[in-house]
């Protein structure tokens, strides 16, 4: 009875989304349309004006031409990409979020095949302010809490600390990534685990060289807790709130016909239909725990090359390109971890979903880059042992304890009788 509640339940959810869906389109029939040949037209006439009246010099064409490459690639990307998961704001939107997992996919592929001064000459045209070796920073240089000599502040490295630009990256980055894994607990995981990473790879990036208060108090208690609280907040408020966007009547056929310039209907069109719980349940069976720590190595890897890379490309932190990729690691993560999460859980779903391969794909290429450009630069720093015996005997404890739950656990617990309770 249970079950065949549950199933209605769920064909209820399905049809009332179906019927939803159906609203909206009505609703905003312009905008659903695909007009191929209207946005064919427009592009053709955009590409002769630019193609044929503007006299640029030799770089400026080069980098005109590959932009209206890239504009011509992402147009047919819009109109000719198969659908994916999510529907709002609006399907093309996100079949052009899946051209840009592919054209960043191409370009990593590209500066793969270029030497390490090339690469930065590059990254030099794009932007004119790189191309120079980035100072040595550490955050460790004084971990004095309290300052009383220091004529500034009685808690100046404190202050100094909060000022950097990563306290807000930090507190967002956990909001956005809360939103997306949707289960404090995997959360907490990968919060701690950046933490261990950082101390694992600070003789390699001295910017990883923090003070104890940073990584526990500032990193972990106030800025991951908090970003984490309000992901948790906002994905409570989603559940609760009512997503019957097109009204409870329908409307009639002269009021579609002018619904669709409704500014209220657009805006609406931003947020979320429905919001997915995601039940990762990781020691329910062994593909949903080693999907899930897949998950967590994968993400901490998106993390971490956002440090090599700009170490290795000579990218400040405060240059433009670090926001621009993590904006696009958020527009492709969100519907490739969707489709990871049902590839991982629904034993049904047999094939990786596009937007997860295209995200796997770039963390691969990224990882090629980071070891191609500094792997001889990185290789003759010694590891300290301080850092390679406790992943040793803490690899050595997890992989033990994994096979000791799944393998001998799981299996004692299934051959005891269940005892029934009065």
């Known amino acids: 009875m249970a079950n065949s509640n549950s199933n209605r339940g769920s064909t209820a959810v399905a049809n009332h989304t179906t019927e939803q869906n159906k609203k909206e389109q009505d609703t905003l029939n312009f905008f659903y349309k695909p007009h191929t040949i209207l946005a064919l037209i427009i592009a053709g006439i955009v590409t ?6 503007k ?3 030799q770089v400026n064409s080069v980098k005109t031409g590959i932009l209206a490459s890239c504009a011509a690639f992402l147009l047919f990307s819009m109109l000719q990409m198969r659908d994916g998961l999510f529907i709002r704001p609006h399907p093309a939107f996100w079949r052009v979020v899946m051209g840009v997992g592919v054209l960043y996919l191409c370009a990593l592929v590209f500066m793969l095949f270029q030497s390490a001064d090339d690469a930065r000459i590059i990254m030099k045209h794009i932007d004119s302010k790189l191309g120079e070796p980035l100072p040595e920073r550490s955050y460790a240089d004084n971990c004095d809490l309290y300052t ?4 500034e502040s009685n808690f100046v490295n404190l202050k100094h600390t909060i000022n950097d630009e990563f306290i807000w990256a930090h507190f967002l980055g956990w909001w956005g990534k809360t939103l997306l894994l949707r289960d404090y607990r995997l959360c907490w995981v990968l919060s701690i685990s950046f933490e261990i990473l950082e101390l694992t790879f600070a003789h ?4 990883f060289h923090e003070c104890w208060w940073d990584h526990i108090i500032l990193d972990i208690l106030v800025c991951n807790a908090l970003g984490i609280l309000m992901g948790l907040l906002t994905i409570r408020y989603l559940h609760m709130k009512e997503y019957n966007w097109a009204g409870v009547e329908q409307p009639k056929s002269e009021e579609r016909k002018k619904s669709w310039y409704n500014p209220i209907t657009l805006l609406k069109q931003f947020t979320p239909q429905t919001l997915d719980t995601y039940n990762w349940e990781i020691l329910s069976s062994w593909k949903r725990y080693l999907g899930v720590i897949l998950l967590v ?3 901490s890897i998106v993390e971490l090359n956002a440090f ?3 170490t290795l490309l000579w990218v400040p932190p405060p240059n433009p390109l670090n926001v621009y990729r993590l904006l696009l690691w958020c527009l492709i993560g969100t ?3 969707r489709e990871y999460y049902q590839f991982a859980t629904d034993g049904k779903t047999k094939k990786l979903g596009t937007m997860a391969w295209i995200c796997i794909a770039n963390v691969f290429i990224e990882v090629l ?4 450009y500094g792997g001889a630069m990185f290789w003759q720093i010694p590891t300290p042992p301080e850092v390679k015996y406790p992943w040793i005997i803490g690899t050595s404890v997890f992989t033990i304890g994994s096979v000791f739950y799944f393998a001998v656990y799981k299996k004692f617990i299934k051959t005891q009788p269940k005892v029934k309770s009065c």
């Open 308 to 310: 090599f890379l700009k």
């Open 148 to 151: 009383p000599y220091d004529p």
């Open 204 to 207: 390699l990036l001295p910017n």
């Open 335 to 337: 519907p490739g971890l």
């Open 369 to 372: 880059l980071c070891v191609k």
């Open 48 to 53: 002769i004006y630019f193609a044929f009246t």
């Open 55 to 57: 006299e640029q010099s």
């Open 297 to 299: 190595v994968l993400i």
